[in-house]
């Protein structure tokens, strides 16, 4: 009997492959239905993985890219569309390669994988594994809350730290550390930010086509994108800003996060439209002449850091007020304090040591009949779809070689 510990896309896909391979599998799962993390990702739409050719999956993997060559490689993103595609669920690409159901329900993909499990006549029980009982050196049992299961080999599956509502909450490290593995302390990653700055003004606002450019504490730019943003009561946050943490790595403090309102307009060609937005309407005050340049709830934010008297009448501002405004438009900075904790993070990076996994099988090297899949290893990515990817991928090849 083998047995693999959460029913998220790694725990599932591995229980699959195992039971392909003409294994008796038992999932063991705490929540009562099987893949709730799954079932919100990409916001209730599963960016289930991307289109590009594998060979670019690398560049957009920061921790431990080399660790997933076999897993990767062995079942691909062309491998894991024709399985969500044969089992009916029709798949669409989207901006950046991202891979959604046609139908943009994440539930689709659970319910294929839930169907899939049953089709092969995997056992879903509903425990909360709570050790793993190993004899001269090798697995021998998985120890559950509500009882006691006798296997051979075992896949840790069990996920990360982030949305432990989720039912993600660091167990697999528990059992890893018990075991004798090492694991690189969990942090956040694809996490909300904390500015110095104070927000809270610009609560809510979403900022749909802005460029977001990330300088390091010595001023070097690490990250450049365009795309959409949001702010928060604590500072910012939605897809630039998740995506830049990933490129900051572990300690935000003091790197600059630079938007740009007006990516289409270089500096001069907005001077010139601010000169024409000003002209059309002279008597106007300052702070009443930008609505039909920037978002309402910004204006007010917008003048203050101008530091342009709000009542001054337009006709009035300078030639050098008016190019200060437009740059600050063409960059406005704030400065990061901190991330936001790992239970708002969309994936935790760190994990069991990825030298102590033999990557051709995902088995431990220390324990025999033990093996790693998804989130719970220290591997992690940017977003795109790759982090499911991973999951599925060395799900699979877990499942494959237990
Ligand atoms: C809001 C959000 C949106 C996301 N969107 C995307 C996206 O669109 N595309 C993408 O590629 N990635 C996305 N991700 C990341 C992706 O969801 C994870 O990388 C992925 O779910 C990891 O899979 P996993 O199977 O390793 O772990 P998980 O999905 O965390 O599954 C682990 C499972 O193990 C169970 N478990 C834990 N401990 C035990 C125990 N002791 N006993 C029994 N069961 C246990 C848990 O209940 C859970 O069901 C998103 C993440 C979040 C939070």
């Known amino acids: 009997m083998k047995v693999v510990i959460g029913a998220g896309p790694a725990g599932m896909m591995a229980a699959i492959a195992a039971a392909e391979a003409g294994k008796r599998v038992l999932l063991i799962e705490k929540n009562e239905k099987p893949g709730r993390k799954l079932a919100i990702t990409g916001k209730g739409r599963c960016n289930v993985t991307n289109a590009r050719d594998v060979s670019e999956f690398f560049d957009n993997i920061p921790t431990n890219p080399s660790f997933l060559y076999s897993a990767l490689y062995g079942f691909t993103n062309a ?86 509502q989720t039912g993600s909450t660091g167990d697999g490290y528990r059992f890893a ?44 730019a690490i990250y450049k994108n365009q795309g959409e943003m949001l702010f928060t009561h604590y500072g910012l946050s939605g897809p630039l800003v998740l995506t830049a943490s990933g490129h900051i790595g572990a300690e935000p403090s003091g790197f600059h996060l630079s938007i740009d309102l007006k990516p289409a307009l270089d500096a001069d060609k907005l001077d010139e439209r601010i000169l024409r937005d000003f002209s059309s309407e002279k008597n106007k005050d300052f702070a009443n002449s930008l609505g039909a340049l920037l978002p309402a709830k910004l204006i007010p934010y917008i003048v203050e850091r101008s530091e342009i008297p709000p009542r001054a009448k337009v006709n009035s501002v300078t030639r050098e007020q008016r190019r200060r405004l437009a740059s600050l438009l063409k960059n406005l900075d704030f400065t990061a304090e901190a991330y936001r904790p790992i239970n708002e993070a969309i994936i935790t990076s760190g994990g069991v040591n990825v030298r102590e996994i033999n990557p051709s099988t995902m088995e431990s090297r220390l324990v025999k009949g033990l093996f790693f899949a998804g989130e719970v290893i220290d591997c992690d990515a940017y977003t795109g779809g790759y982090n499911l990817q991973i999951a599925f991928s060395t799900g699979h090849l877990a499942g494959m070689n237990v």
């Open 79 to 164: 491998d894991l569309m024709r399985f969500f595609e044969d089992n009916g669920v029709p798949l669409k690409v989207e901006r950046g390669e991202r891979v959604f159901p046609c139908s943009d329900r994440a539930y689709d993909i659970v319910d294929a994988l839930k169907n899939r499990l049953r089709a092969l006549g995997v056992r879903l029980v509903r425990d909360e594994a709570a050790a793993i009982e190993t004899a001269g050196g090798a697995v021998v049992a998985v120890r559950g809350k509500n009882g006691l299961y006798p296997c051979d080999g075992a896949v840790i599956a069990t996920g990360g730290l982030s949305y432990a």
């Open 177 to 220: 550390k018990a075991l004798g593995h090492g694991v690189t302390p969990p942090r956040p990653s694809l996490v909300p930010i904390v500015t110095r700055e104070d927000v809270s003004a610009l609560q809510g606002l979403s900022l749909k086509n802005c460029a977001l450019t990330v300088t390091d504490r010595k001023g070097a």
